[in-house]
């Protein structure tokens, strides 16, 4: 997203990395909440099946119900009142993240729902929405760049360098050798084929999070792992948005979005 608006790029190519990289978030959130329950039972020395089930279920399942009810909210805002509508989601975002960490719901899930009900099944233009918030995304992201900055130290990164370097080259290849043969069952078009892959290999801010919770609920070996997961992104984030806004470059995507100002609206 951070690139996205910083190239201004939108077409075939922007539109469906952005898509790939939710659904790929959110498929991420789902398989880390099972197996973190399944490898907390057995680290635990036991294994509760329906428990788990209905820890992951509720996780899932109550976190798309209730994103549905904040769309549902959200829309009707948007729709009765003409002002206001950018400050009133960043507050009920506020409230999500603090309010879902304390009844075991996903912030993310809950959002990335309300958005789905938003531009599928809600009466109001989402446009409307978006547009107030775009002036500003270039300085959130510089923000969240520079904090996930903070976490990368360079000297764990260069006593680990021969495992990240194997783990970040077998992760960007994965996605090459997939996405070409996704492309080529789809028959999709040649610049999707191309360039399609590098869309998935950035990492920030979902990786970031689940080392910090790795390194928290498990703590026989979990500061470790988070160090070399750390030491992964780090590799990730220095080379792969390069790459990705080569590709952005190369596809002539670049610059065809209208651009906003900052806190101008224009």
Known sequence: MALLSETRADGPLSRLVLATVVV????VVIVYSVLAAIGGAVFG????????????????FGSMAFGAVIGM??????????????????????????????????????????GVWLENFSRVDPRKLLSQFESAELP????????AGTR????????????????????????????RAACARTNAIPVIARYGWTGLVPQAGLSLVLAVVIRRNFPSFGPAAAVLLLSVVAVNQLV???????????????????????ATGH
């Open 24 to 27: 790929a978030d959110l498929v």
């Open 45 to 60: 020395g036991e294994l509760d099946l329906r428990g788990t089930a209905i820890d992951v279920s509720w996780e899932l």
């Open 73 to 114: 909210l959200i829309g009707r805002f948007v729709k009765h009142i003409a002002n206001g509508a950018a400050m009133f989601t960043l507050l009920v975002c506020v409230v999500v993240a603090e309010i879902g960490s304390q009844i075991h719901l996903d912030p993310l899930v809950v959002m990335l729902a309300a």
């Open 140 to 147: 959130v992201f510089l923000v969240f760049f520079a904090l």
């Open 152 to 179: 990368l130290d360079l000297g764990q990164l260069w006593l680990m360098i021969v495992p990240v370097l194997l783990l970040a080259t077998t992760r960007a290849g994965v996605f090459f050798l997939g996405c």
């Open 240 to 262: 792969a948005p390069i790459l990705l806004r080569f590709s952005l470059v190369r596809s002539q995507e670049a610059g065809k979005r209208p651009t906003s100002g900052f």
